[in-house]
């Protein structure tokens, strides 16, 4: 069965930090671009962070650059993000993403609340 499984967010301070972890099965992460996205209330899905399956290449969005960190162990098959710094508006429901045209694959989403 395809599926990647995300670890459990939380709440979290200002200033502090928390890594994600995404687990996948039925799915060997190193073929596909690897990324996460977030989700705010009321606001649409956006793109965090990614690495490219083609040349390794990574992307982050221009809010979190400096903070966030994607990463990927292939003897796991677990993409990671590391987020530092945390800010109240880094709140969202974080979701792994693993795609190849013409298919995608996501996690189940989990909430990370920054606030004191």
């Known amino acids: 069965q395809l599926q990647l499984v995300e670890s459990v967010g939380g709440l979290v301070q200002p200033g502090g930090s928390l890594r994600l972890s995404c687990a996948a099965s039925?799915?060997?992460?190193?073929?596909?671009?690897i990324g996460w996205f977030r989700q705010a209330p009321g606001k649409e899905r956006e793109g965090v962070s990614s690495?490219?399956?083609?040349?390794?290449?990574?992307y982050y969005t221009d809010s979190v650059k400096g903070r966030f960190t994607i990463s990927r162990d292939n003897a796991k098959n677990t993409m990671y993000l590391q987020m530092n710094s945390l800010k109240p508006e880094d709140t969202a429901v974080y979701y792994c993403?693993?795609?190849?045209?013409?298919?995608?694959?996501w996690g189940q989403g989990t909430q990370v609340t920054v606030s004191a």
């Open positions: 993403n693993a795609r190849e045209n013409p298919f995608a694959y």
């Open positions: 039925g799915l060997t992460l190193d073929m596909y671009t």
């Open positions: 690495i490219s399956s083609s040349d390794g290449s990574t």
